[in-house]
């Protein structure tokens, strides 16, 4: 499972813009990226308009109305002084995430055990993450599996929330883990350094912020933390 939360924005004529895939990124993967973009739009979810696959000096890209506003980061470094409030806010829009059921996208417990089957780890080590995985909570709900501040921007009509490709269904806990992981490897933007001050402090309010609102315990967050790190490519 890829986690690629840092995306570049071009313009592409008036009203259009482009979201740039990685280079090297496969185009079944982009394509997948749009078709569940797309699919969840039309759940109620607050994600980018899309007008279809576009290259751009040899790049994959997904053109898409124009997003005006700052990311999430962004707007947190102009307001230092709501940061409280921001972190409020982007738990709850997680937690609006996760109202939603999008019966299209694939399980992820599913998704997990294959990767888990082919983890470079001893056999026995392998087994007994296949085993935990099994008695790990299920789920229905829609799981974006790699939402953080650099996954969202802040336009004139709401937020707007990008990188949908490894969007499944679930138990949402576990993408609240996966959004905690992710911010303690985030290197924000170079452009967006002065995030790094508050990091991890943002982490940890987010954390606090979502248990409080879903009424489950810090030992079910860790539990998922552990299982799913070892999913993640590196360190």
């Known amino acids: 499972m890829s986690a690629t939360a840092v995306y570049e924005l071009v313009e592409a004529g008036e009203g259009i813009m482009i979201k740039l895939f990685p280079e090297g990124t496969a185009r079944e993967e982009a394509e997948r990226e749009i078709e569940v973009t797309s699919l969840v739009r039309r759940y109620g979810l607050e994600t980018p308009f899309v007008r279809g696959l576009a290259e751009h000096e040899g790049r994959l890209g997904m053109a898409i109305d124009k997003v005006y506003g700052p990311t999430f980061t962004r ?24 109202m939603h059921k999008v019966p299209e996208l694939p399980r992820l417990k599913g998704i997990l055990d294959d990767i888990l089957a082919g983890a470079e780890v001893t056999g026995e080590e392998r087994r007994a993450l296949r085993e935990r995985l099994k008695r790990m909570p299920d789920g229905d709900w829609l799981c974006h599996m790699n939402f953080v501040p650099d996954s969202m921007m802040i336009s004139i009509d709401g937020p707007v929330v990008f990188n949908w490709g490894n969007a499944v269904r679930g138990d949402y806990l576990a993408d609240v883990a996966m959004s905690s992981l992710l911010m303690e490897r985030w290197q924000p933007r ?24 879903c009424g489950r315990g810090q030992n079910e967050l860790e539990a998922w933390r552990e299982l799913l790190r070892h999913t993640l490519p590196g360190p």
């Open 190 to 213: 170079q452009e967006e350094a002065e995030a790094d001050e508050f990091k991890d402090l943002f982490r940890r309010g987010y954390e606090f912020e979502y248990l409080k609102l």
């Open 75 to 98: 707007w947190m470094i102009e307001h230092p002084n709501w940061l409280r409030r921001l972190i409020e806010f982007f738990a709850h829009e997680h937690h609006e995430v996760h």
